[in-house]
């Protein structure tokens, strides 16, 4: 190896070992705002659940999409060069479950009373006034239906502020375990 490549080898070495605190505090807040995404969503068999991805500018992780309880979704890890450059957005946050738009309260859907043992709690209806199979307000209570998220959750947790205050956690928590 020439001189110039090795100072250069140590210079991004260096670089990397700067901005590491940096990029694990945004992998860990794309991991955190998942598991939220996946506590507040609705759960009926875990697929919604476990159809959640992370994508960086170059590595995209996908969550398992099978039934069950919902599973850590780890983002991939960003490169010195994409955390310093562009796109802005480092990482997109998506759920791609055939369903998505239904669960994200985004699209109307047709819904059908049932229970899974996944389900958060039973009620007795489901449905927007006056639109029976439809999503919308429960009613608590002995039912056949099952809710496993509340209106508008999606929306709700999008202009909360929790995606902020997420990055703000992560970031916190790695530059105060820093040691310099």
């Known amino acids: 190896m020439t001189p110039l490549r090795t100072i250069k080898a140590v210079a991004e070495g260096f670089e990397g070992l700067v901005l590491s605190p940096f990029i694990f505090s945004l992998a860990r807040s794309a991991e955190k705002i998942v598991a939220e995404l996946q506590e507040e969503g609705p759960n009926w068999s875990g697929e919604f659940s476990n159809s959640w991805q992370i994508e960086s500018p170059s590595k995209v992780n996908t969550g398992s999409k099978t039934t069950g309880a919902p599973t850590k979704l780890k983002?991939?890890?960003?490169?010195?060069?994409?955390?310093?450059?562009k796109p802005e957005t480092k990482y997109t946050i998506r759920n791609i479950s055939p369903h998505a738009a239904y669960a994200?309260?985004?699209?109307?859907?047709?819904?059908?009373?049932?229970?899974?043992?996944?389900?958060?709690?039973?009620?007795?209806?489901?449905?927007?006034?006056?639109?029976?199979?439809?999503?919308?307000?429960?009613?608590?209570?002995?039912?056949?239906?099952?809710?496993?998220?509340?209106?508008?959750?999606?929306?709700?947790?999008?202009?909360?502020?929790?995606?902020?205050?997420?990055?703000?956690?992560?970031?916190?928590?790695?530059?105060?375990?820093?040691?310099?």
Do not use: C
């Open 75 to 85: 983002a991939p890890i960003l490169t010195p060069k994409e955390f310093k450059f």
């Open 104 to 180: 994200l309260d985004l699209k109307e859907g047709r819904f059908y009373p049932r229970t899974t043992k996944l389900s958060n709690k039973i009620v007795q209806t489901g449905s927007r006034p006056n639109v029976p199979h439809k999503r919308g307000a429960v009613i608590l209570g002995d039912g056949t239906a099952s809710s496993s998220a509340e209106l508008d959750w999606y929306t709700t947790y999008i202009n909360s502020g929790n995606l902020d205050k997420a990055i703000q956690i992560e970031l916190d928590k790695n530059l105060r375990n820093l040691k310099i």
